[in-house]
Structure formats: C-alpha cells, structure tokens
C-alpha cells in the first residue's frame, strides 16, 4: 500500500506501508557529475511527488552477490524487486519510520539508526533483504521505545576506492566510498527530522566492511554521529592501502582494460566513459580496491598500540574518542568462517604444512609464539585439511576480530561522557551448510535484524529478540548493559548458544572462558606482541 508523506523539506513523498512502518525507499542523498567524481549533497527532489515506494538503483558492483551472501547466512529470503546497478543514480538510501497511532509524527524526533553494509568494498547494497529494518522498528514500537531506521548505499570497488597519482592530480579523490557515506550522513542530519528522527539522536552501525567504516568515521574532527556500533570487522580487521599499493592496484586495473599505452587524459576519460560493468568484470581480483590513506578520511595506520592506548597519536588521530558518547564492539565466535571464501581454502591441498611455514617464517623474531601458537590450535603437518582450515580461522577470529574488540575497549575513555560497550555473539548457525552450528559472519546481522525470525526455533528467537531489544535501547541514549570500565576488566554481553540452554548474560568479568572465547591469542599477544601476530595470520592470507 503507498502512502502519502509531506515532508516539510522534500515535498510530497510516496512511501510504502510494510506491517506497521512506512519505508522511503531510493531517496537519493548525492548527485555525480561523473562516476568518479566527489558525491554533492542533494536537497531538493523538484516541485511535484516524489514516488519513493520502490528501491533506487544500487551502485555497480557484481548483480548476484546477494546469492553469495546468503550462502554465507546458509539461508535465504525472498528478494524484492532493484533496478539495474548504475554509475551516477546509486547514492539513494532507504528510510524506514514507525507508525505510532497509526501516522507518521514529524514531531516525534525519534532516535535514529543508519546501517553501513558490509561486502568487503566491493559487492552489497543497501536493499538487501536480511538488512530490511522493517521487523525491528516494529518490535521498536511493541518496546514503547520506537526507532527510524535508514540503509545506505556507497560507491563500490574500482569506483568507490581506485585511486592514483594521476586521478588525484586530475582531482579525483581517494576513498569515494568513504566520502559518499559521509555525505548520506550530513543528509540525513539535515533531513531525518521531516520524517520524525532526532538529527541530535544519531547511532551509525555497521557490519564486516561496514564495521570498519563506522570507525572509520572516528577519525572524524566534526562530530559525525552521537552513538556507533560496529559488528563482524573494525579498523584492525586489514590495513588500509599505502599510496604506492593502490598505485600497483591501478595499474593493474589500466593493463586489464588495455590502456596502459595511453596518455593520463586518454586514460581518466575512457575509465569515465567505458562500460562500468568492465570496471568489475575486467579489474583483475589481484588488484585490491579497499581502504586507502589519504591524509583525510583514513590518516593513519591503526595497529594495536595505538587503538589500545589511551594516549592519542599524532600517527593516527581518532577525535571521535572526544566527541562519540558511546561506542560498541561486538564479534562472533567464528566470524573469520568469511576468509574461507576470501583465498584460505584456495590453499589446499596441504592448508596445515603451508600456514606453518609462514606463521614460523613471519614470526623467525618470536620462534617461541610460533611454536606455543601451532600447539595451541593443535596444527601440525599431519593435520587433514578441513580440520586444519577450522583451525586457522579460529585463530583468524581470535586475532582479527576478538583482540581487536578489547584493544579498543582498552583505549577507549570509559567515561561518562565516552562509553564502551561490548558484547560477543555465540549463537550457532541453525540451517544446513558448511558452518552449521557456528557463530559465523554474517549470522549475526540476520538475527539482530529480525528477518528470519520465522525460520527459528521459540529459542533461537529469543536470542535474536533480546539482542534486537539491547539494541534498540543502545539507540535510544539507554545502556543495554554496563559499559567497560577502567580497570582491566572486559565486562560484555553474551548472546547463545540457545542449544546450551542460554538466551543473553552479562559476563562481568569479560573472561574468555565465561564469554564462550579462547584466551590463546591473549597468551601470544603477551609472548610476541599483538600486531606481530596479526602480521603473522594476514601474511598468511595474502600467500606468503
């Protein structure tokens, strides 16, 4: 059913009525003047109706990812109707508003929440079905506690983060995705309050690549948003690109679509011009398109020292540690389950044999972690492959997305003022697949958004509502639990596993044992040093 909005900014607005909320769908918050060019600011839609019942095009990246991501949830939901990706008209995002009394309530000024997918910077969008905020605003208002909920879209691989000597000269910047997402945020700011949302009342949340682009965002001087959750990946998970990496990436992608021969203008003008869907189909998958430094959006490298310390660095400022009052970090108890599809298991055969040659190689300064490092997760030369491919992403977890959590719980101000909160999801996944009964990637969004909850057990779906509630109180201003305070105790939420018989606690302690984790990692983090072995497990990814 459309429903008719007068927003006070943009006019007359055409929604549609999903059970008990209102969606936006495809409001476009930027223009392009061309595909690589810096995203500006939309504020008018023109004098007539905007129809926003129906999803905006989504930035161009692979048109069937979503299937590769529901094989990673091992489940899948019906999927709506999207246009064809596009170059200049995919910086739409979606708003989704309560109905309380049966309305919309411009003068509600409601908390907010913004979504940043995830996709590893090169595939997802904002309309993907488990991402859909419809069953939690609901359940928002079912709590009397009711919440807006906004989905983004951002540029993706080659145009969202290619860059080089010769595009910046010509005035093209690094890091598009980066700038695009700060733009839907200024106009969100400017505009949420037409449909209800507190502009003062932000919480900006996102998962995997997302997670890291949220606290990306701390890097901010301006106050970007009042509360951020990020979830599955945080700026620790790999590290931005060097000048000269992106540099070798762009030359890579120019070779493959056979212009290194010409000029630097020839060249700007036909990446401006060919067909974008070359701009995937053809960059090579050697050729990485991430993160890259930039001296603006990403400024510096981060590694452990310097997100676990409480003294700021001049080497990689993060001001969001004055102006952010809350942060919250939350991981699965497998969510490196995602490397097995991102290069791990191209390296079987003989997965056991490879990764102890590099973890001794990559750590020749520490040979004692090594060996403590290969007897605690039980690898040897004799290990099968598939038992030894669990191990390693188990390991892959610990040092890519446990420590991490508690580095930034270390260095965060754990005042007042600047909370942190932390919580560990334990659910196992309850459908048939590789991964089934494992926290894995991914999972946890699916249950935090409430869009399986009729695929779940009475025991999984108490899971998946305590954690939506928890959520929903984060987002209105409210501690869900008490945040970590200083002290050296890493007190956290638990989610699951139901199958034991448990739905949520609060682990005062944060000890590894009672929050479902290993403190192996802790042990090695304390024999070599954290970001030594965190080089010792990427180094292993990219194949050395």
């Not at 949302?197 to 900006?204: L, S």
């Not at 620790?236 to 890579?252: C, H, I, N, V």
Request: proline letters at 8%.
């Amino acid at each position: 059913m459309i429903t008719d909005f007068e927003h006070a900014q943009l006019g007359q607005l055409k929604g549609k009525h999903v059970d008990g909320v209102v969606q936006f769908r495809g409001l476009k918050y930027a223009s392009l003047e061309n595909r690589l060019a810096p995203p500006q600011l939309v504020t008018y839609y023109g004098s007539g109706p905007t129809d926003a019942s129906n999803f905006g095009p989504p930035p161009v990246s692979p048109p069937m990812a979503i299937h590769q991501e529901f094989g990673f949830i091992q489940q899948s939901l019906p999927l709506p109707d999207v246009p064809s990706h596009s170059d200049l008209e995919g910086l739409n995002l979606n708003v989704t508003v309560p109905l309380v009394g049966g309305a919309i309530d411009p003068n509600a000024k409601l908390p907010v929440y913004i979504f940043v997918h995830g996709g590893g910077f090169a595939v997802g969008s904002s309309w993907y079905p488990h991402y859909d905020p419809a069953p939690l605003i609901k359940l928002s208002v079912e709590k009397r506690k009711p919440i807006i909920g906004i989905t983004i879209n951002y540029r993706l691989g080659a145009l969202g983060f290619m860059t080089s000597e010769e595009l910046r000269k010509a005035g093209f910047k690094a890091n598009n995705g980066f700038h695009d997402q700060r733009v839907a945020l200024k106009w969100i700011k400017n505009f949420v309050g037409g449909f209800g949302g507190d502009p003062e009342e932000i919480t900006v949340c996102g998962e995997s690549a997302g997670g890291l682009s949220v606290t990306a965002l701390l890097f901010s001087e301006e106050p970007l948003m009042k509360r951020c959750l990020s979830t599955g990946g945080a700026i620790l998970l790999f590290k931005p690109l060097t000048t000269t990496m992106a540099e070798s990436s762009y030359k890579s992608v120019i070779e493959a679509l056979g212009l290194a021969n010409k000029s630097p203008e020839e060249r700007i003008e036909a990446l401006l011009t060919l067909p974008y869907d070359d701009l995937w189909q053809k960059a090579p998958l050697t050729a990485p398109m991430s993160p890259v430094l930039d001296a603006e959006t990403f400024p510096g490298e981060p590694n452990f020292v310097t997100v676990s310390s409480q003294t700021d660095d001049g080497s990689f400022p993060m001001p969001g540690r004055k102006w952010c009052a809350s942060l919250m970090i939350g991981e699965s108890a497998l969510d490196a389950s995602i490397l097995a599809w991102m290069g791990l298991e191209a390296q079987n055969p003989g997965i056991a044999s490879k990764f102890i040659e590099s973890i001794k190689k990559t750590l020749s300064s520490h040979p004692e972690a090594a060996t403590e490092l290969l007897k605690l997760y039980d690898i040897t030369p004799s290990t099968n492959d598939e038992e030894a491919l669990l191990s390693i992403l188990r390991f892959a977890t610990d040092i890519s997305f446990y420590a991490p959590s508690r580095a930034f719980a270390q260095g965060w101000p754990k005042t007042e003022e600047n909370k942190f909160f932390m919580y560990h999801f334990n659910e196992g996944n309850p459908w048939d697949g590789r991964f089934k009964g494992e926290a894995g990637h991914i999972l946890d969004v699916a249950f935090l958004f409430q869009n399986y909850n009729h695929l779940l057990n009475d025991q999984q779906k108490a899971v998946a509502k305590a954690y939506g509630e928890d959520f929903i109180e984060f987002v209105n201003g409210n501690d869900p639990w008490p945040p970590v305070k200083a002290g050296g105790k890493f007190g956290a939420r638990v989610y699951g596993p139901s199958r034991e018989g448990m739905t949520a606690k609060y682990v005062a302690s944060g000890d590894p044992e009672e929050i479902g984790r290993r403190p192996h990692v802790l042990k090695l983090g304390e024999m070599a040093g954290f970001d030594a072995v965190l080089e010792g497990f990427q180094t292993f990814l990219r194949g050395g």
